[in-house]
């Protein structure tokens, strides 16, 4: 019968454990207590408080850590709503960022927000938050060369990311239009040139870190070509393309002042790349690209993009499910970016960056098991969508004429609040029907077979 252990052993080790503001290895954990035990011994007290509830164990055994059990106020969840459920200090955050230009203060860039990060001490996201985003992120147990999962998803997300990434800009194309348009190079009616040539600017970007995944990295090379692609055809200024800018801009609805002196924008453009470099843990490090390439705006423009194009990069790197932006509210991102320019606060981009990792791995790897419930928006218009899938097909449509059908026959279908999500939902849907998953939608086999020919 194993031995039952008295408060005056056990709350030394709870109470040492609740010091940390982290989780901690046993290793730290007997450092700290005070007196230190046998190994053994601490594994059976520890071992024993998260029996008891009083403790979490996280990782494998090798690597396990340890933290007090409370709830977790840093992890975003997904509502019921399939919206992003934030923090309360992102709350705090959109609170202060929402309010009118007048009742916010001007500031300037604070370089010290970057010098005072240290790689690998330093960390934006939490040790559990890390090894969370690493469990629903991994897509093989066997080490491969960098860019080879990229390389199996690679038709997928050159749309998925070039259209959300350029929604998230309010580019007005929408997901089956962007197929179009990248597959068969095809521009949709009605419809700005500058729409046109973003998504095929973000084409080229991606189609950069696949092809080159062995060499691509935070340093010059990567960033200032990752925006010459992304900024193709889109400057006043040919030549500005992938050059660090010589002149003040300006933040639309902020209050923030960028760096205006080339110099220093030269300098901290440096230290940002070699920071991101030394980070060794892959969504530290594309999180911080997040967070400090828009920042900087180191560019005359499209700082924003070649961030989110940017982030992928240690995921590419480590072959991790890639971040696409997949469902991502527009308003959400940029009072996110907001709260980092005026507040130098992180949690919101932080809440916005995991939501959407979680529903990018989702779409791009085979565990959505662990990802919770089933969407509730998809289960509630369950039968909708069945009807327009199954009408598309039958009706033998192209992506054209898809796209038309879809806007006047979805708004009599579904509540005007839910039409936009909704047709997104759809076209995801046509996007990804193949010979082995048409039958959910009750379309038989010699109608898939002529609708097939049309869409291609």
Not at 8 to 18: C, G, L, R, S, Y
Not at 111 to 124: D, G, H, I, K, Q
Not at 178 to 205: D, I, P, V, Y
Not at 430 to 449: K, M, T
Request: proline share 6%; hydrophobic share 40%; with cysteine.
């Amino acid at each position: 019968m194993p031995k039952i252990l008295s408060d005056d052993e056990m709350i030394p080790v709870f109470e040492t454990v609740a010091g940390f503001s982290e989780p901690a290895s046993i290793e730290e954990i007997n450092s700290c207590l005070p007196l230190a035990m046998p190994r053994r011994t601490l594994q059976r007290r520890l071992a024993a408080l998260v029996d008891q509830g009083k403790l979490t164990a996280l990782g494998d055994r090798g690597g396990r850590r340890y933290e007090i059990k409370a709830p977790d106020a840093e992890i975003p969840a997904t509502s019921s709503s399939g919206e992003i459920q934030l923090s309360k200090a992102a709350q705090a955050i959109r609170e202060q960022v929402t309010r009118p230009l007048s009742a916010r203060r001007p500031v300037g860039y604070r370089s010290e927000f970057l010098t005072a990060y240290r790689p690998n001490v330093s960390a934006y996201l939490s040790v559990k938050l890390r090894m969370k985003l690493q469990e629903i992120g991994r897509t093989s147990d066997t080490p491969s060369p960098a860019g080879t999962y990229l390389r199996k998803v690679m038709d997928r997300l050159l749309i998925d990311l070039s259209w959300n990434s350029s929604r998230l800009e309010g580019n007005t194309y929408s997901l089956l239009e962007t197929q179009r348009l990248l597959e068969m190079g095809e521009s949709a009616s009605g419809r700005k040139a500058e729409e046109t040539q973003m998504l095929l600017n973000h084409k080229a970007a991606i189609e950069l870190l696949a092809q080159q995944s062995e060499d691509v990295g935070f340093n010059r090379y990567t960033i200032c070509n990752l925006h010459a692609l992304l900024s193709d055809n889109l400057l006043p200024d040919p030549s500005a393309g992938g050059r660090l800018r010589g002149h003040s801009v300006s933040i639309g609805r902020s209050v923030f002042h960028p760096l205006e002196v080339p110099q220093l924008i030269e300098q901290r453009f440096n230290e940002l790349l070699t920071k991101a470099e030394a980070i060794e843990d892959a969504f530290e490090q594309s999180f911080f690209v997040m967070v400090h390439l828009p920042y900087l705006q180191p560019f005359e423009d499209v700082n924003k993009r070649v961030s989110r194009l940017a982030a992928n990069i240690p995921l590419v790197r480590h072959n991790l499910s890639p971040l696409s932006f997949v469902d991502v509210p527009q308003p959400d991102y940029v009072n996110a970016i907001l709260g980092v320019y005026e507040l130098n606060q992180v949690e919101y981009l932080r809440d916005v960056f995991v939501w959407a990792y979680e529903r990018s791995c989702a779409r791009y790897s085979a565990i959505r098991q662990s990802l919770g419930e089933p969407d509730p928006f998809r289960l509630r218009y369950r039968l909708p969508l069945m009807d327009v899938i199954g009408d598309v097909v039958r009706g033998v449509m192209d992506k054209k004429t898809a796209v038309s059908f879809l806007s006047h026959r979805v708004p009599e279908l579904v509540p005007v609040e839910d039409q936009a999500k909704f047709i997104v939902m759809a076209e995801s849907e046509l996007a990804s029907l193949h010979d082995a998953n048409f039958a959910r939608f009750r379309i038989r086999p010699s109608e898939f077979d002529q609708w097939k020919k049309s869409w291609k």
